[in-house]
């Protein structure tokens, strides 16, 4: 818990997690482990070898968000820095990677003590960037499958702000979405707000735009699949009497599966050229579709690895504290593990850290009330998390890597 406290404390944005990488290599030094520094960026790789057997990883998540905290806790952050974009803001750990971090040094000490139990090879490995799905990316890039022991199974928890603390949710299949950013560039032909008939106003055709949008889900998509377009910010023009020359959609784009990405993705560009075309605007003057990268890919659990911890978890905790959960729509890039060699076997699973009076008080008002996933007030009850993870993850590598 202290080391939580220190970590909650200090948080660093993504790609910046210097000092949290180093607390990260030095714990893992102390437990025993060969470490390797500044593995895609800063990126920490643990490895202990315990003789033949499988080879586990397992991950955890360092950087914090761009949010200034609103917790009351006393040792919340008061730590300031700037976006790559330039922005100064306060820094949160609001996603609860603290909580990961701190399960994760309690998995690999307790690993690390019972080495007459095991036998295998452990990869514990300190990611950073997994807030803009570039550290994953960023660690297979540099080696992380070649320059180590390639592992068979791969594990991570997320905390959860849906469940109640020391609850654990899992389940088989889908488990996060695939996240694009996309950015639509209106082009348009801009004048006085008083004679629109002399323009081509991209406000009007930026509203067509995202009106049309919706149909892609409504009516493209099969009902049985899970997809979701949403415009996120909508900027044009700078005063009440100007029709400006251009406006800009920022959109999150999020599906299950690279068929239905690839189906929103087409969809998008389609009806953004075509309202275009039928507001009369040239060809060289037709939106500008353009899906940053990285994106972040589906994370999914694979069934028999899911289906023998989700055993294992109920036989330890009970059937009270293990829930079957449903997917979420929010991103993960955990999953690029697995999409990066498909014989892994993975899974990412769901640890509640909502405090019980708190959630108590949330269903006697209808599931009201509760402050999500990166939000300023997030604060799970971290003891009950990090017990709660560590025990599961080292239950579960000792059962995977079991004489």
Not at 277 to 297: K, N, Q, S
Request: with cysteine; aromatic share 6%; net charge neutral.
């Amino acid at each position: 818990m202290a080391l939580y406290r220190d970590l909650h404390a200090a948080p660093e944005l993504s790609q910046q997690e210097v000092k949290t990488a180093a607390r990260m290599a030095a714990e893992a030094r102390k437990a025993g482990f060969e470490v390797t520094e500044k593995v895609g960026g800063t990126g920490v790789v643990a490895v202990l070898r315990n003789g033949p057997g499988p080879t586990l990883l397992i991950r955890t998540d360092m950087d914090g968000l761009p949010v200034t905290e609103e917790t009351g806790l006393p040792f919340a952050s008061t730590v300031r820095g700037k976006t790559p974009e330039g922005v100064e803001t306060g820094i949160m750990h609001a996603c609860g990677h603290d909580t990961h971090m701190a399960a994760w040094v309690g998995t690999l000490r307790n690993m690390a003590a019972m080495k007459d139990r095991w036998n295998g090879t452990l990869v514990m490995i300190a990611q950073p960037a997994e807030e803009n799905s570039a550290g994953a990316i960023a660690m297979l890039k540099d080696g992380l499958l070649t320059r180590f022991p390639k592992p068979d199974y791969a594990m991570a928890f997320h905390d959860s702000a849906a469940l109640p603390a020391g609850t654990i949710g899992i389940r088989s299949g889908p488990t996060f979405a695939s996240v694009d950013s996309v950015d639509i560039l209106v082009k348009g032909i801009g004048g006085h707000g008083a004679y629109p008939a002399t323009t081509k106003d991209p406000i009007v055709l930026g509203s067509r735009i995202v009106t049309a949008l919706q149909t892609i889900v409504a009516r493209e998509i099969d009902p049985l699949d899970s997809a979701v377009i949403t415009v996120g910010s909508f900027q044009g023009g700078t005063r009440h009497n100007i029709i400006p020359e251009q406006a800009l959609l920022l959109l999150t784009v999020r599906a299950y599966t690279p068929e239905v990405r690839k189906q929103l993705i087409d969809g998008i560009a389609r009806i953004a050229k075509g309202e275009a075309i039928a507001a009369g605007l040239p060809d060289d003057m037709l939106p500008v579709v353009t899906v940053r990268e990285p994106f972040t890919p589906p994370a999914v659990s694979t069934k028999p690895f899911a289906d023998r911890l989700q055993a294992l978890f109920t036989t330890r905790f009970g059937a009270d504290r293990v829930k079957e959960v449903p997917p979420t729509m929010a991103g993960e890039d955990f999953g690029r593990f697995h999409i990066a060699d498909p014989s892994i076997q993975s899974v990412i699973y769901w640890v509640g850290g909502v405090p019980q009076a708190k959630w108590d008080a949330a269903q006697a008002n209808g599931g009201k009330g509760l402050p999500s996933l990166h939000s300023a007030k997030w604060a799970p009850d971290a003891e009950k998390v990090i017990g709660t993870a560590a025990e599961a993850m080292t239950g579960a590598a000792l059962d995977i890597l079991k004489r």
